[in-house]
Structures are given as C-alpha cells and as structure tokens.
C-alpha cells in the first residue's frame, strides 16, 4: 500500500495558519505514506499536473487530498485518481480550510495540532478502504401512469415521444380528468377567454392513437411490487359491457334505452341513459354501460347493428411489467354539505365547479348562466370564498390556491353575458400571485365588489327562493346581509379518494391532509418516498393546470432519468449484506424508511432505492450490513487517530448531507469552535453503532456529538431519536454519564447553532476528571503525529 499526501496551501488561506513544515514531516512518519507533496493550488491545472505526475513516479494506490471541503472540489480529484490509475474511491479528504484553518485568525500552533488529527484520521480511513466499483443494473422501459387527468396525459405523451411504452390507468371511462369539466381556463396571456376543450380535446386524441400508449379506462391499480427499475403491477379492468373496438358511437342504444340518471359530468343539471357516451369529446369513443342503474331490459342488444354489446362482460386482471410509476391522480372538490350553514341544501346555492359547467359551450344552458330553480339569469350574484379551506373547523387549515382565480375567471364571465350583474365576492385574502394580478386589476375596473369577511350564514326565502348572505365586514366593522339571486361557493381541492388509495396500495407517504408528500419540496419535487414512483399534479397538493403540466413534465423527465438508457449506473453509497452473518430476521425491513429492503428468500437492499439513511446498518444485529464507503473498520480507525491523549475533545459525528455542510459554513464565516472538536463525517449519523459510541469513549473522547441534518422524513427521525433513547441506555447501564452522548437536529443555514451547540457540548462534556473515569487512552508515542 503507498498512500501519497497532497498539501494544497489555497493561496495561503491555509499555508498562513497551518505549518506545512512540520505537518509534512509528521505524515511522513506515519505508515503507509509514500510521498508528501505540496502546491500552492491543488485544484489548479499544475496542481492536478502534480498530482498525476506524483501518482506514476511513485507507484501511489491510495491518495489523500488535505485542501478545502470534499463539498467543494472532491468529486474533480475522485476523477483525477482514476486518470492516474487509482481507484476513484481510494481517495479522502483533510478538510484543513473550512474545517481548521478558517476557525483561527493567524499561524496558530493549535491550528497545526487539529489540522495533524485531520490528516491522521483521513489516511486511517483511506488505509480501510476497499477498491469499489458503481453497479450497473437494467431497467424496465415502460411505464405505469395512473391517473388519465391532464397531469397524466401530459407525463404519458412526454415519455411515449421518447421512446417510452405507457401504460395509462384511469378509474373513470374516459381519460381527461376534472379539466375536462370546464368551459374557459384563465391563462397569465388571457382574461378568461381561453376554451378548456380547444386545449384538452387534440392531446386526449393524440394519446388515443399514440403506438406508445396503451389506455386502460374503466380500471384500478389493485398491486404494485417489485422494484425501482423492475416493477410488476397487477390492474384490475372493470367491464365496459360495449366492445370499444366494434363500438361507431351512433346513439342508437342510448335512444331506446328506457333508464334515466342524473348525468355527473353535467354536474345533475341534466339526465342521461344507463348505456351513455360520458361526454361529447370523451376518450375513448365508446359507450358503456351503468350496470347498477340497467334494468336489464336487453333493448340496446337488440338495437346495436355492429354487435358490441355483452351484458355478460366481466373484469378482468391485466398484468404488467414496468420501470418506473407516475402518479397522477387528480383530486376532488370539498362538499360543502359538510357546512349547512353555507346553503348548498338549497337549489340556488350552486358551486364554482358548477356555474363552470353551465358556463361551458357544451353545457345544457348552451354557456349561459341562468338560476337552476326557475331559469332566470341571476342579477345579484354572491361568490363565498375558502368555503373548506383555511378553516380548522370545517374542511381543511390550507390554502387551495386556484380558488381566488376561479372566482375572477367566473365573475368577468358572467359580467360579459350580464352587464348589469351585481357581483359580490366576500373574501379572507385574495390570492392572485405574480402575472395573475392583472385579473383583479380587471374585475375592479368591471365593478365586481370585493367584501373582505367570511359569511357566517346562507338563508333562503321559502316564497321567492331568493337568498340572504349574513357577512361581517372586516374593514368597515359592520355586520351585513347581501340579498341574492345566487350565492357560488369556491370549495376546497382536497385529494380524492384515487390518491389516498394508490399512497396506501404504494406504501407511500402523504401529508397529514391526504396528498402524497413528495421527497424533498425544493431538491425532489416530484419524486416520492418510494424510488422509482414519481408524483405530479393535484395528486401532490393543490395547483392550477399550468403548475400541474409543469409537474407533469419535469415528473417525466425525472422518469427519464432512470430508466432513459436501459440501465443506470449506481455511486456504491448503498447498504450491502453480507450474507454469510445475515440470518433474514427482518428488522432492516421494519426500519427502512423506503421500503428499499426486501425479504424474499433472503434480504436484498435495492440500491436503487437505498437511501443511505443507515438505520438498517445500526439495526442489525448481527453486523451483517454495512456501507462499503462508510464502514466499521473505517469509522473506528479515524475515531482512533483523530483523537489526541491526555486532551479534551469530543467526537462530532456529522451526516454527510446537511450537518457537514453546515460546518463548512461555519468555516466560512469564520466562526470558532474549540480545537477539542473533532469532526467525522459519516452517510448519516443512523448508521453509528452502539459499538462506535463506546469506543469514541473509551479512546479519549470525552463526549459523542450527532448531528444529523433534518430530513423532513418522520420514520427517519423517530429512528434517530429511538436510538438516542436506547444509546442512552446502554451508556448508563455500562456506567457511563448518558449526558455524554448528545443528538441534535441541524439545518444548513443554521450553521451558527450547530457552532454554539458543539461549543456548549464540548464545555459541558470536557472535564478532565470526568474524562478520566471511563478513558483509557490507547495511543502510544509513536502514533501520535505532534508532540505536544
């Protein structure tokens, strides 16, 4: 083994505090280090000269970098290592700027004596590192998009134009969701003049004859197993009972049929047969039948001259192999029902999504707004708005972002067919955001009221059916009572009953209000806690059909990513087993908070999916899981060679995600902590044994630090703070201060407390006597780097 050693001086932002004369000389007396070089700028075209030119000189096999943060340039001399015949994963990093030298203000002699602990630490590590190699796996490239709205039209038509072969499911029997519902949509170019169906209608058509698209209408997901890359999906296909292949779409069975329903996609202001078309445009174009309202009577058999009715159709069980999952499940409206004193009980008392659908062109009223009981066109109109939004008492505490929109969308609409039309829209907030405003601007100038207030009640008059609206005027501080003609509600978007379903069928996570909760908001928008199943949508949380055709787009794309080529190659930062100790009791299942081991014969860690959280290697009791780039050997040699004898210290162990990063911007602003901090940097803080803890501090250390970066994930941080609990425990148990090992949730931009927490742990922690009691300090002279 020769390890060579890379001293960059960083233009003196390191040399000027560090003494490279006497750090050089101390890791030349270490074992294993063949050369010890330094350079002004190692990441500089002569620097990496250097290093290339130093690495075949000397034969090197093992490299160790003492420069700035890994963060910052360690992938550049990962690539350098592999051009100069080392294996990538054979390198390490002393970060001696952000993590020692930008801690002190000049040359410093504990400056030398850190950054010594540094390099120690990482030529131990790199002297128990294996060669690794990334895993290379195949992938299925098809894809499963549930949901046929238009977030899952968008992602199908996007991925089928790359080569990819989609299976859509939607529950309903044409695809094109709630937008397909509505008449105009407001646009950022438009005021509310832009047609829905003009929008919708030519991609539904292009997804009905797309060669990578195969439709499954009428159908559920019922089982998805398997894997990121490799899922199989088991769907199960309700019976249409009207062959679409045979069906031409003439009417003729609906017009004999004798059953008549209330039509939903007319929102009930119309009927329709037991055998009907959904809608004009519906995809496919074929009719179906509604077996619980068909009296069996057999007159659309006998009718039907290309024979595409059988009443004796049944499901059926379709199953498909795929890479990769999009979810795209919509949502549903609030029912107001759920607060009588709103009025929906009565019959001029309507919904936005309904005044949409007598506004629409294919509506009954032919795109006219007239009152449902006595057909009159309304002249004094009353929009509610936040009806089961932002209310903790009724509904739901979020706002449902399209509302205020949909509200101005209709207004101006019904202004335009009715001048003289009172409008009155009482609100909490009107939330018109970025290139949106121009609508209020214009509703304004039209004369729409707005009354800022929430109405506490909806009365009707039992003679004339006309309405009384009790409101309390925030701004002028009265109490009033609006008489109408109509009252609208704008109720909430929650998820429907589709996305709950699929989130429990999936083994996903969802926010408290029931929508599925993406990765991360900002990093992972669109993918979910299971690789491989992406979401996008009103699926995710409430949105307009822009942000929605967005989402759907960038889901698609991410979908790509994965299984674009055929295969994907994988870093080796994954949890393997070893099976020779592994004996399949399954606790690394129950605490993985993806799902990303199974137990099938034998646990299998999906490296896909493996998140290198590390609960699984922690969990184990046999030792059998462990991170190549991570592991115990490694881990225990740096906590042996960072620590000093005879000194106060602590062991920070800090996951390599967020609580790494936020030291390093400790460093960059020049924020002190003590000397006795001793930095190591682990995937995350869940993989740290029991045995790891003890032997930190039975070799010196005087206390354990955890900082683990928060993750927003729920499972992860009950795990962390369970394994605190028992850490605790055990510490007691062998008699030693359990206050001597501290967990803390650390945020990247509170770099500052996690500099004042460690400050705190180390003076709480650092008594000599204390130390003493449980020390044994292994070190011997020769070991030590600098001598004291």
């Not at 101006?412 to 009715?418: A, D, M, N, R, V």
């Given at each position: 083994?020769?390890?060579?050693?890379?001293l960059c001086h960083c233009g003196g932002n390191i040399s000027n505090v560090i003494d490279f004369a006497q750090l050089k000389n101390a890791a030349n007396n270490i074992a294993h280090v063949a050369a010890v070089k330094e350079i002004d700028f190692l990441c500089s075209s002569a620097g990496q000269d250097m290093i290339k030119k130093e690495c075949t000189e000397w034969g090197l096999d093992h490299m160790v970098v003492c420069a700035c943060s890994p963060k910052l340039h360690g992938q550049t001399f990962m690539r350098l290592a592999e051009e100069s015949g080392i294996n990538r994963y054979l390198v390490d990093f002393a970060n001696l700027r952000e993590q020692c030298a930008w801690l002190y203000n000049n040359k410093s002699h504990e400056a030398t004596l850190k950054a010594a602990s540094l390099v120690r630490a990482a030529i131990a590590k790199v002297c128990n590192t294996k060669p690794l190699v990334p895993v290379s796996l195949k992938v299925n490239q098809s894809v499963l998009v549930i949901g046929g709205g238009i977030s899952g039209i968008t992602a199908s038509l996007t991925l089928a134009n790359q080569g990819i072969h989609v299976y859509l499911v939607e529950k309903d029997a044409s695809i094109g969701g709630a937008m397909a519902k509505l008449g105009r949509i407001f646009s950022v170019d438009k005021l509310a003049e832009e047609c829905a169906s003009c929008t919708l209608s030519p991609i539904m058509q292009e997804v009905s004859t797309h060669p990578n698209i195969t439709v499954l209408t009428i159908s559920q997901v019922e089982e998805v197993r398997g894997k990121a890359g490799d899922f199989s999906v088991k769907i199960k296909q309700r019976p249409r009972y009207v062959d679409v292949k045979k069906c031409t779409a003439c009417g003729d069975c609906a017009a004999i049929c004798p059953a008549c329903v209330p039509d939903e996609f007319m929102e009930g202001f119309t009927v329709r047969k037991a055998i009907y078309l959904p809608y004009s445009q519906a995809i496919p174009r074929a009719y179906l039948i509604d077996k619980e309202n068909c009296n069996g009577c057999g007159a659309c058999v006998q009718t039907c001259r290309s024979e595409a009715i059988d009443l004796e159709a049944s499901e059926r069980c379709v199953e498909v192999k795929v890479g990769a999952v999009v979810i795209a499940t919509g949502h549903r409206m609030y029912n107001p029902a759920a607060m009588p004193h709103m009025g929906s009980c009565f019959s001029n008392v309507l919904t936005q999504i309904q005044v949409a659908r007598l506004l629409s062109i294919n509506s009954p009223t032919g795109g006219y707004l007239f009152r449902p009981l006595d057909s009159k066109p309304p002249k004094r109109i009353v929009m509610i708005q936040c009806v089961g939004s932002r209310n903790e008492k009724y509904g739901h505490t979020y706002c449902s972002k399209v509302c205020c929109m949909v509200a101005l969308k209709h207004a101006?609409?019904?202004?335009?067919?009715?001048p003289d039309a009172f409008i009155t829209i009482c609100y909490m907030d009107m939330r018109t955001s970025g290139m949106y405003e121009h609508y209020l601007l214009h509703a304004q100038e039209k004369g729409i009221r707005f009354l800022r207030g929430r109405p506490c009640e909806v009365l009707e008059d039992p003679i004339t059916k006309n309405l009384r609206v009790r409101v309390y005027d925030t701004i002028s501080s009265e109490n009033l009572e609006i008489e109408a003609d109509m009252v609208v509600l704008s109720t909430a978007m929650e998820p429907s009953e589709s996305t709950k379903d699929t989130a429990r069928r999936l083994g996903l996570q969802s926010t408290q209000h029931g929508f599925i909760k993406e990765e991360h908001s900002k990093l992972k928008s669109v993918q979910t806690s299971s690789a491989g199943i992406f979401v996008c949508g009103t699926a995710q949380g409430p949105k307009d059909i822009t942000?929605?055709?967005?989402?759907?787009?960038?889901?698609a794309s991410k979908t790509m990513e994965l299984i674009g080529k055929g295969e994907v190659s994988i870093e080796p930062e994954f949890a393997i087993i070893n099976y020779e100790h592994c004996d399949n009791c399954g606790k690394c299942a129950r605490v993985c908070p993806h799902g990303a081991i199974l137990i099938n014969g034998r646990a299998y860690i999906d490296p896909i999916a493996c998140s290198g959280c590390g609960g699984c290697v922690s969990e184990c009791p046999n030792n059998a899981i462990e991170f190549p780039r991570y592991s115990d050997?490694?881990?225990?040699?740096?906590?042996?060679a960072i620590l000093e004898p005879n000194t106060s210290q602590i062991i920070a162990f800090l996951d390599d995600k967020i609580s790494y990063v936020a030291a390093d911007l400790a460093g960059a602003n020049r924020l002190n902590y003590w000397r006795g901090v001793k930095i190591i940097r682990v995937a995350s803080t869940l993989q740290l044994k029991f045995e790891h803890i003890i032997f930190a501090l039975t070799h010196g250390a005087c206390g354990v630090f955890l900082g683990e970066g928060s993750s927003g994930d729920p499972k992860k941080e009950f795990l962390a703070k369970e394994r605190e609990q028992v850490y605790h425990s055990e510490l007691h148990f062998n008699g030693i201060d359990p206050e001597r090992l501290k967990y803390a949730k650390v945020y990247i931009p509170a770099y500052h407390q996690l500099v004042e927490m460690l400050n705190k742990f180390y003076a709480k922690t650092s008594d000599p006597d204390n130390c003493k009691n449980f020390s044994t300090c292994m070190f011997t002279n020769?070991?030590?780097?600098?001598?004291?």
């Open positions: 083994m020769k390890v060579g050693i890379f101006l609409l019904i202004k335009s067919q009715i942000e929605c055709i967005i989402q759907a787009n960038a889901a050997s490694m881990i225990l040699a740096q906590i042996e020769q070991e030590r780097i600098i001598d004291n």
